[in-house]
């Protein structure tokens, strides 16, 4: 079993930054790969970003391309979600997650583990 833990999350102006980071225990998750996600009340879980397995390969929703970095840091067990320029729209609760059978996670049925969320509100 894994266990993620988020923090980072918190009130910003729009234009700034913030950076969530994922920490997981229980089992290590360099061959894991992960996942970021947002939802905000009334819509389903979106995705935003995934780092693959072996680390060699990202993606990106398209509202956060170019503004947001996936990565990690297996040493200690950590994925980050780098967030700058954001927006009111950027605004959500967000969830870190991990898959040990798919390449990339894009979907949330893919997940394996979830982390607990951490809420980030953009001002405007």
């Known amino acids: 079993q894994v266990q993620l833990v988020e923090s980072g999350g918190g009130l910003v102006q729009a234009g700034g930054s913030l950076r969530l980071s994922c920490a997981a225990s229980?089992?290590?998750?360099?061959?894991?790969?992960m996942g970021w996600f947002r939802q905000v009340p009334g819509k389903e879980r979106e995705f935003v970003a995934t780092?693959?397995?072996?680390?060699?390969?990202?993606s990106y929703a398209d509202s956060v391309k170019g503004r947001f970095t996936i990565s990690r840091d297996n040493a200690k067990n950590t994925v980050y979600l780098q967030m700058n320029s954001l927006k009111p729209e950027d605004t959500a609760v967000y969830y870190c997650?991990?898959?040990?059978?798919?390449?990339?996670?894009?979907?949330?049925?893919?997940?394996?583990?979830w982390g607990q969320g951490t809420q980030v509100t953009v001002s405007s």
């Open positions: 780092q693959s397995r072996t680390g060699s390969s990202t």
């Open positions: 229980g089992r290590t998750f360099s061959n894991y790969a």
């Open positions: 997650a991990a898959s040990s059978e798919s390449w990339v996670l894009r979907r949330p049925a893919n997940a394996a583990y």
